[in-house]
């Protein structure tokens, strides 16, 4: 669910494919060149593919999927004349240095995952080379690998259909903003909501540097000279957050309107704004927002939200509000028993935070608090009664041994079968 890297992505000068110095624009002429193995003709767009047609009828059913999400965003009718090209890159053994290898292998955000050129009639996402993969493997790159393909797919939509409804180009804070803000939205079946909960990277740049926001605004479009210095993972997130700030205050009219209002502000009224957006961001409190998610009425509500308790884990442990966000998956459990986020944040954090009766409270909760509270002692350090918790274990159907994957990687050995004696 959140594990998502966040799509990086160029969005490009009008130059594609015209601008032959440097590699970014030999890459960019490259991949206008590319021909696809595979066309699919949907009615939604075209999906141009390296792959045959069993495997690209994959990758199209998400394409297809967020096509649809995002042209619904922007009231755009589904007229099939976008083409989504699915590049190849090579994955090597190891990664090399060429920045799209390194996303593609989920070292960090300072390559490229993709590209909607101004103008285009398509876009590009980059996709495991099938030469190098085996089926398996490309897969679940798809599937949320190391460069979530969706979540990279919808961003460089966002930039395309944005644009075709009527949005402006640049300036590019909020082309970036926006795609970004996009690419992190909650789906409600086929369709796309402002997320209920501030996304982490937005939550990251609660303090901003002084001369932040000036940054941003002089952020150069992307050219064939541009340097890793214009990939900073923060000028997207500080894009992201500036949107969602700007943007937020209007969701009600739309999200297309939304997005028109921010960008109709200038500069000068947007350095004006700058003291309202840091105090903005200095009282955002994702943890109250997790805490309203876990007391709704609605179940599924309450399942995103310990989704993202979990999630955000790195964030309490920075922030120190680690043992509150223990609270809430204990909470969490009177409430709607053991789930696989309450059970993996326990697991990987409770062991130093709860205390003696809290781990025997869970122990009480059937058979899978058994085999959590088994694990909790074990990372505690404290004798563990094995005779229990393999009844417990060998009592549980296979769909919650899965949610309890994180105790049992915690048990190791205990819970392997063992060879009969001879
Ligand atoms: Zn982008």
């Given at each position: ?92 053994a ?39 993969l085996p089926d398996d493997r490309?897969l679940e790159?798809?599937?949320?690998g ?187 459990i009177?409430?709607?028993g053991i789930t696989s986020p309450t059970a993996t944040m326990l697991a990987l954090f409770g062991p130093q935070?709860l205390?003696g009766?809290?781990v025997l409270a869970l122990e009480a909760q059937g058979d899978s608090g058994v085999v959590l509270a088994q694990a909790l002692r074990q990372a505690r350090g404290e004798a563990l009664d094995v005779e229990r918790l393999l009844r417990a274990w060998a009592a549980l159907p296979a769909p919650r041994r899965i949610e309890l994957s994180m105790p049992e990687y915690l048990l190791g050995e205990l819970l392997k079968p063992t060879d009969s004696p001879p």
């Open positions: 669910m959140s594990r998502r890297l966040l799509t990086l992505a160029l969005l490009g000068s009008a130059c594609v494919g015209g601008c032959a110095d440097g590699r970014l624009g030999e890459q960019l002429g490259q991949d206008a060149a590319w021909e696809p193995v595979t066309v699919l003709a949907l009615p939604s767009c075209a999906v141009e593919s390296p792959y045959d047609a069993g495997l690209t009828e994959s990758w199209a059913a998400v394409v297809d999927a967020e096509v649809r999400r995002v042209a619904s965003l922007f009231a755009l009718p589904l007229d099939g004349s976008l083409r989504v090209r699915l590049v190849p890159v090579p994955v090597p190891q990664a090399g240095d060429e920045p799209w290898r390194l996303l593609m292998h989920g070292v960090d955000k300072r390559g490229l995952a993709g590209y909607a050129p101004h103008g285009a009639d398509f876009v590009v996402v980059y996709v495991p080379d099938d030469r190098s490309i790159f798809l599937l949320g190391p460069v979530a393909t969706s979540s990279v797919v919808r961003h460089e939509l966002a930039h395309a259909l944005s644009q075709r409804a009527g949005l402006p180009a640049d300036p590019r804070w909020f082309q970036e903003g926006l795609a970004e803000c996009v690419e992190h939205m909650d789906e409600d079946s086929d369709r796309l909501v402002w997320p209920a909960i501030t996304p982490i990277e937005v939550v990251r740049q609660a303090d901003p540097a002084p001369g932040a926001l000036r940054a941003l605004l002089d952020w150069p479009e992307l050219t064939t000279g541009s340097g890793p210095e214009d990939l900073r993972p923060e000028l997207y997130d500080s894009a992201h957050a500036l949107f969602r700030f700007l943007a937020g205050p209007h969701v009600e009219a739309g999200f297309a309107e939304a997005a028109r209002r921010a960008a109709a502000l200038d500069r000068g009224q947007l350095l004006e704004l700058e003291g309202a957006w840091v105090s903005w961001l200095g009282a955002l409190d994702p943890l109250a927002e997790v805490a309203a998610g876990l007391a709704a009425p609605e179940a599924d509500t309450r399942d995103r939200a310990r989704w993202v308790l979990n999630g955000f884990s790195l964030l309490w442990k920075e922030r120190g509000q680690m043992r509150a966000a223990v609270t809430l998956a204990l909470d969490s009177r409430r709607d935070l205390s009766d809290e």
